[in-house]
């Protein structure tokens, strides 16, 4: 019983762990910026689902690393990539355990890489930007299939 509430609670992560990702996927190519009150609200209630009837530690902890990669990539960078994308991972260490999320990061940043390939041998490269969570969301996807 408690093994079956145990991954109907990590299930539910999932879902919540793909919202946050379709909807801040939606406003970022649309208004290239994220919703930073669903990525909250998302990211809380991922929390929630992890605490309520578990015996288990929050993952966020190690889970929060990522994230601060990419925002410390940002600060960095001087804004080349958004500090939006480490903001929206930040939430996701809510609801996901690290190994999950370094691996949705990985296949994103592949999936960009590889649409950034194309996008400079198709002559349209340069200093073009592009909306990467939509990246993390394939990434995400690609990971839950494979």
């Known amino acids: 019983m408690r093994h079956e509430r145990c991954e109907?609670?990590?299930?539910?992560a999932r879902v919540i762990a793909l919202f946050?990702?379709?909807a801040n996927s939606f406003t970022d190519v649309r208004c290239h910026e994220i919703?930073?009150?669903?990525?909250a609200a998302g990211g809380i209630a991922g929390i929630t689902i992890w605490c309520m009837g578990?015996?288990?530690e929050i993952p966020l902890p190690a889970s929060i690393i990522p994230g601060m990669c990419f925002l410390l990539f940002s600060f960095l960078s001087r804004g080349a990539?958004?500090?939006?994308?480490?903001?929206?991972?930040?939430a996701l260490a809510g609801c996901l355990p690290v190994t999950d999320l370094v691996i949705t990061a990985f296949c994103g940043m592949f999936l960009a890489s590889v649409?950034?390939?194309?996008?400079l041998l198709s002559g349209s490269g340069g200093r073009?930007?592009?909306?990467?969570?939509?990246?993390?969301?394939?990434?995400?996807?690609?990971?839950?299939?494979?």
Not at 8 to 12: K, L
Not at 115 to 119: K, S
Request: charged share 10%; aromatic share 16%.
């Open 35 to 39: 919703s930073l009150f669903l990525t």
């Open 20 to 22: 946050i990702l379709c």
């Open 81 to 90: 990539m958004g500090a939006g994308d480490g903001i929206v991972l930040i």
């Open 8 to 12: 109907m609670r990590q299930e539910i």
């Open 54 to 56: 578990s015996g288990q």
């Open 115 to 119: 649409y950034a390939g194309f996008m």
């Open 128 to 146: 073009r930007s592009f909306a990467f969570v939509p990246f993390l969301l394939g990434g995400y996807v690609l990971y839950l299939m494979i």
